[in-house]
Nanobody
């Protein structure tokens, strides 16, 4: 059974940094694209960033460009999201997803495999 699990969330003051991690099992990690999404209370889930299976291509939402960095370590079967210069509006539940198309739209499609999420709270 495919399992995707996020970790690294927490509470941080604005301007701080956090690094999220996502591990995946039961499939060959380096054969799938990976992505991060987030959902704030009362809002729709939105794409944050995605990375192709080799790590050669990445896309970011405009709201996080130049602040967040997505990366993957295929040997460790782990996806990362380094979040710097955090803002209050970055608050939300962050989800990792495997097996979705990685395009500039970073769409939260129902296909693929999703984790349960990790909460990020940024105080202003």
């Amino acid at each position: 059974q495919v399992q995707v699990k996020e970790s690294g969330g927490g509470s941080m003051q604005a301007g701080g940094s956090l690094r999220l991690s996502c591990t995946a099992s039961a499939f060959v990690f380096d054969t799938v694209n990976m992505a991060w999404f987030r959902q704030a209370p009362g809002k729709e889930r939105e794409g944050v960033s995605c990375i192709t299976l080799s790590g050669g291509t990445t896309y970011y939402a405009d709201s996080v460009k130049d602040r967040f960095t997505i990366s993957r370590d295929n040997a460790k079967k782990t996806l990362y999201l380094q979040m710097n210069s955090l803002k209050f509006e970055d608050t939300g539940m962050y989800y990792c997803a495997a097996g979705l198309p990685c395009t500039p739209r970073i769409q939260p499609l129902s296909s693929g495999y999703w984790g349960q999420g990790t909460q990020v709270t940024v105080s202003s």
